[in-house]
């Protein structure tokens, strides 16, 4: 296959792009590719044999065994590469997006790396090394401070105290490495501080394969709101605005937007030049995220910069209509932005909810199960970005994101309340999905007033969250429409029970422009 | 008709008598763990899809989307999902028309506990299904002669696949 028109003169042409990812982002990035005119070739897992994002690649490879052997294989990766003939890798989120040595690989393997340079990464990845760079670069970071690693373990306590005398309490220890929430605690208090120290070093140590650890001041209530940025190999860099995700649960996004709706205009302009500044400080390339803490008084933070692109990249193609996927495919080629910072501006406002198979009443625990029904709302300003369709297993191998539900509309309270609807209309049965609690979410009046601060799922649910649904003297009306169904024999029908349905299939058979007839889909 | 369904939020045991009106259901009466409780007017009315109800109570008419997995009801409306058990003792009750039993589940044949040519009863245990780390007995729905057993111990089985065939008994 030819290399597309658009990338004539491109300095590192492909035709032919290989999709290191699964679920949604797979799907996305493998449809981005289509609409570019360029093939893709998808790697999976047996278990992920039947996967969409295998449905939907030009060629796919099946890679054996476990995790280590296959998502987070960059030896088995590189070999479906060379089997396929495919000239780019894209790396999505999560598994090895940000892994500089997987970078490595691809460019030395002369294939054309969709991402940052792996320098970029390594800078990035070591948080303790990109606070120091961010310091130095101008942009704004968190009080904090790191500990020696040479030092032995009673001198690093005693630094450890020292560190936090200074700082103050709460405080946060982060493992270096870090992300997920995976080595972080927080320490109220001086007597907690070694025990905390201890128990995050020896989760950074699992996770990451690396103990170090360092300390930053908790902002009270802060807000989370990161800046996307692009940059091409001309060393051009821009942002595009930013989104808002302080709705955290377990430190992973649930909701998020864009705009923010608690900065103004100054402080906008401030956090996409330190964004921007960022970037260059590291002599960054293609799509990526600055993610800050706003604390209360409007200062903001440094947290760490994604390597990658985000999963809540939909908000602001959203509301800038840039496809990120798409530019990251430019870039890579060598291209220019098609872009300039002139052109970015906000349209209206857009809310992205992340569609988790988990139980919100029972501590946001993953849930298995079979998607019998998954039928996702349509309509103006509503956008689906899923991984999964009706019939397939939830998988308990991978994270539990099955579908992010993006909305789209003039101003925040009509988005709010397209998002309300969108979440009603969301009808998956089966499997135990987190719908119901995201409309919580997005309709609760804290969220109306934009309270959104990273608390804001334990301060809106103290105890927990559970369902409101109604609960009459009566009989609730799940469990009358359950017998109904049941008396019904609603699951034995393979068609409609309508009378009219059923008559078209007694006396006139299976005609197709029978106006009776619906499609028959069949229930267990 | 009486039929008792469980609760998943407080696993409260319901049994509801509904009455046939055209082609819906009026809802007669109900008791909560054996105790009688007032019943507003409530029917359901068939949708016009094979997964959907219609709720109506009053002027208020509600759609609902349902899907049965194993002995559960899926049920959705106005954006709740509930879970609600048949509560009939341990058995699944899925049936073909001509007196076969299908795999309520995706799942694994644990047991057996028929032959071919065997005379069953209604009800009888024939076959134990292992599905998500649960048990489900596979119930005969109707008195006759075992003339098929589609799958042997430890044998994978898809949701809808034919378990066992029965003769029934007598006429039909």
Redesign the interface.
């Known amino acids: 296959m030819a290399t597309p028109e658009w990338q004539e003169g491109a300095p590192s042409p492909f035709s032919k792009v290989l999709v290191a990812n699964r679920g949604e982002i797979a799907c996305r990035v493998i449809r981005a590719c289509r609409e570019l005119g360029l093939e893709t070739v998808a790697v999976h897992s047996r278990g992920d044999a039947n996967a969409l994002h295998v449905e939907l690649a030009d060629e796919a490879v099946l890679l054996e065994g476990d995790l280590s052997a296959t998502y987070l294989s960059i030896g088995a990766i590189m070999r479906a590469c060379a089997a396929t003939g495919a000239e780019a890798v894209h790396p999505g989120y999560g598994f090895l997006s940000e892994r500089a040595e997987f970078a490595h690989a691809v460019e030395e393997a002369g294939v054309v790396w969709v991402g940052p340079p792996a320098s970029a990464i390594e800078s990035m990845g070591d948080k303790v090394a990109a606070r120091r760079l961010m310091r130095d670069s101008g942009v704004p970071v968190t009080p904090g401070g790191e500990l020696s690693e040479s030092d032995d373990l009673p001198a690093r306590t005693h630094a450890l105290q020292e560190l936090a005398a200074r700082i103050g309490f709460p405080l946060l220890l982060k493992a270096s490495a870090g992300g997920g929430g995976k080595g972080m605690r927080t320490v109220h208090s001086a007597g907690e501080l070694d025990a905390a120290y201890v128990a995050a070093q020896r989760e950074a140590l699992s996770a990451f394969g690396d103990g170090t650890v360092y300390v930053e001041a908790l902002l009270e209530t802060p807000r989370h709101i990161e800046v996307q940025v692009l940059a091409d190999s001309d060393g051009n860099v821009i942002h595009l605005l930013e989104r808002e995700c302080s709705v955290q649960r377990r430190h992973q996004k649930v909701v998020e937007e864009a705009p923010s709706a608690a900065i103004d205009e100054e402080t906008r302009a401030a956090m996409g030049s330190a964004a921007v500044a960022a970037a260059r400080a590291v002599n960054y390339l293609g799509a990526g995220t600055v993610e800050f803490l706003v604390a209360a008084d409007g200062s903001f933070h440094f947290l760490e910069m994604n390597t990658r692109i985000q999963v809540e990249h939909p908000v602001t193609e959203m509301i800038t209509g840039v496809d990120l996927v798409q530019e990251q495919l430019r870039i890579a080629a060598g291209l220019p932005l098609s872009i300039s910072q002139s052109d970015i501006s906000a349209s209206g406002h857009a809310i992205e909810a992340r569609i988790y198979a988990e139980d919100p009443a029972n501590q946001f625990l993953p849930a298995g199960g079979r998607l019998v029904v998954w039928d996702p709302p349509v309509g103006p300003g509503v956008r689906i970005d899923a991984g999964v369709r009706e019939g397939d297993d939830v998988s308990l191998d991978y994270d539990p994101m099955l579908a992010k539900l993006v909305v789209h509309a003039e101003d925040r309270s009509s988005c709010i309340e397209r998002m309300t609807q969108a979440l009603t209309r969301f009808v998956v049965l089966g499997a135990t999905t987190n719908i119901e609690f995201l409309r919580d979410v997005v309709s609760h009046p804290r969220f109306a007033a934009a309270e959104t601060t990273t608390d804001f799922i334990s301060r809106c649910w103290p105890e927990g969250w559970s369902s409101d649904a109604h609960r009459d003297p009566g009989p609730p009306a799940a469990v009358l429409l359950a017998a109904a169904a049941e008396q019904l024999a609603l699951h034995r029908t393979g068609v409609a029970t309508s009378p009219g349905a059923a008559l078209a299939e007694e006396d006139v058979g299976p005609d197709p422009y029978n106006p009776f007839l619906t499609l028959s889909r069949s229930f267990p | 008709?009486r039929?008792t369904?469980i609760?998943d939020?407080d696993e409260s045991r319901?049994d509801?008598t509904?009455m046939r009106s055209g082609?819906?259901?009026v809802?007669s009466s109900?008791s909560?763990d054996g105790e009688s409780?007032?019943?507003?007017q409530?029917s359901?009315e068939?949708?016009?899809?094979?997964?959907t109800?219609w709720?109506v109570q009053g002027d208020d008419r509600?759609q609902?989307?349902?899907?049965?997995?194993?002995d559960d009801?899926?049920?959705?409306?106005?954006?709740?999902?509930?879970?609600?058990r048949?509560a009939e003792p341990g058995a699944t009750r899925?049936?073909?028309a001509g007196g076969g039993l299908v795999a309520?589940?995706?799942g694994k044949v644990l047991a057996v506990m028929c032959a071919v040519g065997d005379a069953v009863e209604a009800g009888q245990a024939l076959m134990v299904l292992e599905a998500?780390k649960m048990e489900n007995r596979i119930c005969a729905a109707v008195s006759g002669r075992v003339s098929a057993i589609c799958h042997d111990v430890g044998a994978q089985v898809d949701?809808?696949a034919l378990l066992i065939e029965i003769e029934p008994a007598g006429d039909d």
């Not at chain 2, 409780?37 to 507003?40: F, K, L, P, R």
């Not at chain 2, 068939?46 to 997964?51: E, F, H, L, M, N």
């Not at chain 2, 009801?73 to 709740?80: A, P, R, Y």
């Open positions: 008709m039929e369904f609760d939020i319901w509801l509904l082609a819906g259901l809802l109900a909560r409780v007032d019943v507003s409530s359901v068939p949708g016009d899809d094979s997964g109800l709720l509600r609902a989307r349902l899907a049965k997995v194993g009801w899926w049920v959705h409306l106005d954006g709740h999902v509930s879970c609600i048949v899925a049936v073909t309520p589940m995706p998500m949701q809808g």
